[in-house]
């Protein structure tokens, strides 16, 4: 729409108009190639951590889709005297998830020093979460007192925690392992949520 003139104002020249409307394209294009960075970096970045994990460990960061986290609060029933465990919470997407979205106690455990420092500073915005961030190695954590565990581990390192998590968690506990099952004698399975993989949901027997 023509603009209305001003008394004593003239109208803007053809060639004005023209290099203002080549200066809005520009500055469109121009954030549309800053957000093209942004992610392409972020992606660069996460593939970089998820390398440099796996050579720490026998698993390599990568985080649960927040779609399956939204179904799985949506099938456990969580109450305020729970407390879950995110072993190896990485920089705290399960942790911060669950912390927002259900009434229980949240304790992350991260033995990667950047990664945890990475969900400190984020904590550091959420204040007013029930949650707890540890900078340890699972195996140094006492976990006897676990309602529910959340794991995102590979098939060998389930197998080096199996033992601990036979002898420590209690009856009932609600075991949850993402994208890899967990073969134990002594835990049930009782549920299994389809995503982009598999979550399955199990409860120790005994
Ligand atoms: C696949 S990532 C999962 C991150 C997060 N829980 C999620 O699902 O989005 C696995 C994490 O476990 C951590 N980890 C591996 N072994 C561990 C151990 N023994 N103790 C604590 N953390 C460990 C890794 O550093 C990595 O950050």
Same mark, same amino acid.
């Given at each position: 729409?023509?603009?209305?003139?001003?008394?004593?104002? $003239?109208?803007?020249?053809?060639?004005?108009?023209?290099? &203002?409307?080549?200066?809005?394209?520009?500055?469109?294009?121009?954030?549309?190639?800053?957000?093209? @960075?942004?992610?392409?970096? $972020?992606?660069?970045? +996460?593939?970089? @951590?998820? #390398? #440099?994990?796996?050579? !720490?460990? *026998?698993?390599? =960061?990568?985080?649960?889709?927040? &779609?399956?986290?939204?179904?799985?609060?949506?099938?456990?029933?969580?109450?305020?005297?729970?407390?879950?465990? *995110?072993?190896?919470?990485?920089?705290?997407?399960?942790?911060?998830?669950?912390?927002?979205?259900?009434?229980?106690?949240?304790?992350?455990?991260?033995?990667?020093?950047?990664? %945890?420092?990475?969900?400190?500073?984020?904590?550091? =915005?959420? &204040?007013?979460?029930?949650?707890?961030? /540890?900078?340890? *190695?699972?195996?140094? /954590?006492?976990?006897?007192?676990? *309602?529910?565990?959340?794991?995102? =581990?590979?098939?060998?390192? %389930?197998?080096?925690?199996?033992?601990?998590?036979?002898?420590?968690?209690?009856?009932?506990?609600?075991?949850?392992? #993402?994208?890899?099952?967990?073969?134990? &004698?002594? =835990?049930?399975? +009782?549920?299994? @949520?389809?995503?982009?993989?598999?979550? %399955?949901? %199990? !409860?120790?027997?005994?």
């Amino acid at each position: 729409m023509p603009r209305r003139l001003m008394a004593g104002q $003239r109208p803007l020249k053809p060639s004005i108009l023209v290099r &203002s409307q080549a200066g809005h394209q520009f500055m469109f294009l121009t954030i549309i190639q800053l957000i093209f @960075i942004i992610l392409f970096t $972020r992606q660069i970045i +996460v593939v970089l @951590i998820a #390398w #440099w994990t796996g050579t !720490q460990s *026998d698993v390599p =960061f990568q985080s649960t889709k927040k &779609s399956v986290l939204k179904k799985l609060v949506k099938y456990l029933d969580i109450n305020s005297n729970q407390k879950i465990y *995110d072993l190896g919470s990485g920089s705290g997407q399960v942790t911060f998830f669950l912390a927002k979205n259900s009434p229980a106690e949240i304790i992350g455990v991260e033995k990667n020093q950047p990664l %945890y420092l990475i969900s400190k500073f984020k904590k550091m =915005f959420h &204040s007013q979460l029930k949650l707890k961030l /540890i900078n340890q *190695d699972l195996f140094n /954590i006492n976990l006897s007192n676990a *309602d529910i565990i959340y794991t995102y =581990f590979s098939p060998r390192a %389930y197998k080096k925690a199996l033992l601990k998590f036979e002898q420590e968690l209690k009856k009932n506990t609600i075991f949850i392992a #993402w994208r890899y099952p967990f073969n134990s &004698s002594k =835990f049930k399975l +009782v549920h299994q @949520i389809k995503d982009r993989h598999i979550m %399955y949901i %199990y !409860q120790k027997q005994r």
